[in-house]
């Protein structure tokens, strides 16, 4: 099955850290980021869970849950979420989907299809680095896919978050680097008489196919 953005997030129903969860419920009316690990207690992933747990107030702010997986039982991710705590200095806060029979990982398109369950190593695994922005609609609204040995950036990812939920509140795109607060683009999809309406203050008009206006509130 292949995932592309705009698709319905694909349901399902898994063990996790912290109970049966169904995924669409348990998203309810706000965003979602699903990220997977390859296996537990290896070295890159233990810094991204620490760091995810670092982030969960700006998630917060953001109306967004967190969750991951690996493809280990939920009894080994109980055991590595202390290493976790002891070496990142942040205790996970959200829970971890157990998916040692691999059935969300093929789901979501995170790993061949032929791949099976059992005694696996984190290099088998490989392509299971995924990372899946979902919106209140339950669709996919961005897909990233790191390699093994690239930690991901999730400052980045939170950054790309608030573009893509600007984006959902106030149809605006945003340029390069662009971080909050700043210059936002006005889509080809919007006529100049359509953007003097909605930006009565004003918006600076590069090329006519590029226009820039301050960030809406």
Request: proline share 7%.
């Amino acid at each position: 099955m292949t995932i592309r953005i705009g698709d319905e997030a694909p349901n399902f129903t898994a063990n996790t850290t912290e109970g049966s969860v169904n995924f669409h419920e348990w998203i309810g009316n706000g965003w979602a980021i699903l990220f997977s690990h390859p296996k537990d207690f290896t070295p890159v992933c233990t810094t991204e869970l620490g760091y995810v747990a670092k982030l969960k107030p700006e998630f917060d702010k953001r109306n967004t849950k967190a969750i991951g997986l690996s493809i280990d039982p939920v009894s080994d991710h109980e055991r590595w979420v202390g290493d976790i705590t002891e070496t990142q200095g942040y205790a996970v806060n959200y829970p971890l989907i157990g998916d040692d029979d691999l059935v969300v990982a093929k789901l979501y398109d995170m790993i061949h299809p032929n791949a099976s369950g059992g005694s696996r190593t984190a290099q088998d695994n490989a392509t299971v680095r995924s990372v899946f922005i979902i919106g209140p609609d339950k669709n996919i609204k961005a897909i990233l896919i790191y390699p093994m040995s690239a930690g991901r950036n999730f400052d980045e990812i939170l950054r790309l978050l608030d573009a893509i939920q600007l984006n959902a509140k106030h149809q605006v795109a945003t340029p390069v680097n662009w971080k909050n607060g700043d210059d936002v683009i006005i889509p080809p999809t919007v006529s100049n008489e359509e953007a003097q309406k909605k930006y009565p203050s004003g918006f600076k008009t590069i090329k006519p196919y590029l226009r820039t206006v301050q960030q809406p509130k």
